[in-house]
């Protein structure tokens, strides 16, 4: 079993920053892929971001390549989204998801442990 916690979130301007961490407890962090979704009110849970177990390896959604990047920390297990040039379009409920699975995983099927989220507001 693998606890999942969010912090980092909150409300900004549009144009501001924000990092997320997902800090993970129980079973040995470094055999999971991580992944970030978000889901907006009324809309599905989307992956916006993954990663693999060694770090070396990454994905990102199209709406947020280029301004966001994932990382993680394996010594403190924590995994991390850094969050530039937010816009209103990014405001949404924001979730980690850890995943048994090697490699990069994108299906949100395949993870098997989810954080309870951390809101981000975007104003514009």
């Known amino acids: 079993q693998v606890q999942l916690v969010e912090s980092g979130g909150g409300l900004v301007q549009a144009g501001a920053s924000l990092r997320l961490s997902c800090a993970a407890s129980?079973?040995?962090?470094?055999?999971?892929?991580m992944g970030w979704f978000r889901q907006a009110p009324g809309k599905e849970r989307d992956l916006i971001a993954a990663i693999n177990w060694s770090g070396d390896s990454t994905y990102y959604a199209d709406s947020v390549k280029g301004r966001f990047t994932i990382s993680r920390d394996n010594a403190k297990s924590t995994v991390y989204l850094q969050m530039n040039s937010l816009n209103p379009g990014d405001t949404a409920v924001y979730f980690c998801?850890?995943?048994?699975?090697?490699?990069?995983?994108?299906?949100?099927?395949?993870?098997?442990?989810w954080g309870q989220g951390t809101q981000v507001t975007v104003s514009s």
């Open positions: 129980g079973r040995p962090f470094d055999i999971y892929a």
């Open positions: 998801a850890a995943s048994g699975i090697s490699g990069v995983v994108t299906l949100l099927y395949e993870y098997d442990y």
